[in-house]
């Protein structure tokens, strides 16, 4: 396995607490492939089915979801190491949001039944993927109400809070 590939599956939060050999040895238990993708390229489309489980090896995507007037709100940010429909892959549900690529980008991709077989393999990756998908429920909750439920003043002040800790400084310049 490339060194790029281990590396982008060790920061998968799929594989958190595993070793690098340990990575390796689980992902090598199972059928996968990777996948390229151009800069700003589909991935899917809002209301597609979730049919494969897709790990970013490298460059990023972003998922938004548009009114019917044409409004688009942004949704989220994949970069290195994310798992791609992690929320989706088991609920028999269509794709929420519509995914595209920000640059070019390799996917490594496999079958839920895989994913399941990584379960059965080492227990923590079945856990890791519980606490991953824990992670996306909590988190959405938290932007509806923050969506919903804010003033604009503290939509304001909760975004440049964020920013904050996301750049771990008291100070910063807005971009």
């Not at 790990?55 to 019917?68: A, H, L, P, Q």
């Not at 992690?86 to 390799?106: Q, W």
Request: net charge positive.
């Amino acid at each position: 396995m490339e060194k790029s590939v281990l590396r982008a599956l060790q920061a998968c939060p799929l594989f958190a607490g595993l070793s690098a050999k340990e990575v390796e040895s689980a992902i090598n238990m199972v059928e996968y492939h990777l996948v390229k993708y151009g800069k700003k390229e589909l991935y899917a489309k809002e209301g597609s089915p979730v049919e494969n489980v897709d790990i970013v090896i490298s460059g990023g995507m972003s998922g938004r979801t548009e009114s019917s007037s044409g409004k688009c709100v942004k949704i989220t940010w994949q970069s290195i190491g994310k798992l791609m429909t992690a929320a989706s892959i088991f609920s028999g549900k269509n794709l929420p949001v519509t995914i595209e690529t920000d640059r070019p980008t390799i996917l490594l991709r496999m079958t839920p039944k895989a994913l399941q077989s990584l379960f059965i393999y080492d227990p923590r990756i079945q856990m890791n993927f519980i606490k991953l998908v824990s992670n996306v429920a909590v988190d959405m909750a938290f932007r509806v109400k923050k969506l919903t439920l804010y003033t604009v003043r503290e939509k304001m002040a909760s975004y440049l809070l964020d920013i904050s800790k996301r750049k771990n400084k008291d100070e910063f310049v807005l971009d």
